[in-house]
């Protein structure tokens, strides 16, 4: 059974970072692509970044310079990060972890390849 759990969500000042963590288990990571999506209220999904089983890593251009995703897979059950700096207020939103299998790079950012998904963890950012 695939489970995603994350966690790390939180409330700070503009500026400030946090680092979300998505615990993974229940696939064989060689064969899936992971990301991090996000939704506000009133606002469609959007894609924050994802790596590959290559260890091939693609950000939203609003997140380039202050997002890094990164995995550590050298333990079962994997674990996917998300390391926000200089977050901003547009940047609050529910964040979720994903996973999904055979993803070619070009699609890694459309959330419509990805198959599993987490319950989401929250990100409020003030001004």
């Known amino acids: 059974q695939v489970q995603l759990a994350e966690s790390g969500g939180g409330s700070v000042h503009a500026g400030g970072s946090l680092k979300l963590s998505c615990v993974v288990s229940?696939?064989?990571?060689?064969?899936?692509?992971l990301a991090w999506f996000r939704q506000a209220p009133g606002k469609e999904r959007e894609a924050v970044a994802a790596?590959?089983?290559?260890?091939?890593?693609?950000?939203a251009d609003s997140v380039k310079g202050r997002f890094t995703i990164s995995l550590d897979n050298a333990e079962y059950p994997n674990t996917l990060y998300l390391q926000m700096n200089n977050l901003e207020p547009e940047d609050a939103a529910m964040y979720y972890c994903?996973?999904?299998?055979?993803?070619?790079?070009?699609?890694?950012?459309?959330?419509?390849?990805?198959?599993?998904w987490g319950q989401g963890t929250q990100v409020t950012v003030s001004s």
């Open positions: 994903a996973a999904g299998r055979e993803v070619v790079p070009a699609n890694m950012l459309v959330s419509r390849e990805y198959t599993y």
């Open positions: 790596i590959d089983e290559h260890g091939r890593t693609e950000r």
């Open positions: 229940g696939l064989a990571f060689a064969e899936y692509c």
